[in-house]
């Protein structure tokens, strides 16, 4: 495959090339494909070394790199000959593909070659603007599945920064002050010995409030890999935070990863998860894996006051019949029950897998959590909780 301008056949320079590639990816994203910045990353290093004379091998290697599923095969050829082309029709390039899931957009506009003449690769992206306050809330409010290498490392450092309000709940003991609405009988009957039974000094009980724990469940099987790293992020620093925190992974089988983001740099902490996590980006058994957190973990770490964050796209191999009854016993043993999907903040979203559609009718709250702001937007709403 050559690309062309229409005066001179030239391969595209490096920037134009990165820029197209993640066009590229973006088009597959929203033709229902699961691909993740990796796989994008690995597409723009192959490509010199194919060099792009042979059409049919840059398609073949693209294939391999992100068809994933027997079902997507076809879409990925439909989309590399509508994005990949010497000359195209009027319109939006996404319009003409067909759909593995949902027909949804990210909620920030994306940029296409040209479709004019014979131009086939133009360069989408230009690096050299300054990063002002505009960019930053863009980047704020973009979806982590179409952040380039470059933008994931300013997203995490936002996510870093982040200081979540702890949800707070009443303690069972009280604490003396010098205010409210109910005597501490035994301290004030103490401190009149002192002065003949006369009572020279008031004291009241006050409530206390201590954290509320909070338990992450979070999806990594490979529907979601784009997306947990990010979620491992927010979830360190909410532990760094002070709150009493719990985090399982799991993807066909459940892992308790709470001591590895324990650590208190958070590359570390994520480096001794993932290894600790021996089905990473495989398949998803959501049922079963609720399952075995019912029977083993619940009486030990989620307890009755617990706000369990149940982070998963609703993909699910098992009958949704097990799924609907673990989350039943789940909602059950918790405080509050909140699934993140970050699917939800697309337009058009709506619930079709048959795990989500089994699942919905225990949860609480159902939010998004595809951006740096609806992270931020979901530690304002558990610091509510209180």
Known sequence: MRFTRPD?????????????????????????????????RQFVRVLPLLGFDARSDVKAAGRAIFVRRREERGVYDAAFDLFWRRSTVSGRPSSALPRVRQASEPPHATAWPAESGTQEVTDVVDGSAPRTASANERLRA??????????????????????????????????????????????????????????????WLRRRERPRPVVLILDVSGSMERYSRFLLRFAHAFGQAGAPLEVFAFSTRLTRITRA?????????????????????????????????????????????????????????????????????LRRSCHRLIWLDPLASRP????????????????DDFVPCASVASLEALARRLGRLS
């Open 261 to 329: 983001l324990r650590h208190r740099h958070p590359d570390t902490a994520l480096r001794r998860a993932a290894t600790a996590v021996a089905d990473w980006s495989s398949g998803t058994r959501i049922g079963s894996s609720l399952g075995e957190l019912n029977r083993w973990w619940v009486r030990r770490t989620v307890r009755s006051g617990a706000v369990v964050l149940l982070v998963s796209d609703g993909w699910e191999r098992d009958d949704p019949a097990l799924l609907a009854r673990e989350m039943a016993t």
């Open 142 to 203: 973009a979806d982590f599945a179409d952040l380039t290498p470059e933008e994931s490392r300013d997203a995490v450092a936002m996510l870093q920064t982040l200081r979540p309000r702890l949800p707070l709940r009443p303690s069972r003991r009280p604490r003396i002050d010098n205010s409210g609405s109910r005597l501490a009988a035994r301290r004030m009957l103490r401190r009149t010995l002192g002065s003949g039974g006369e009572a020279t000094y008031w004291y």
């Open 348 to 363: 058009g979203f709506e619930p079709a897998t048959q795990g989500l559609r089994a699942a919905l009718p225990y949860v």
């Open 8 to 40: 001179v056949t030239v391969a595209p320079s490096g920037d134009a090339l990165v820029a197209n590639v993640v066009a590229f990816g973006r088009l597959l994203r929203q033709a229902g494909m699961a691909v993740d910045p990796e796989q994008t």
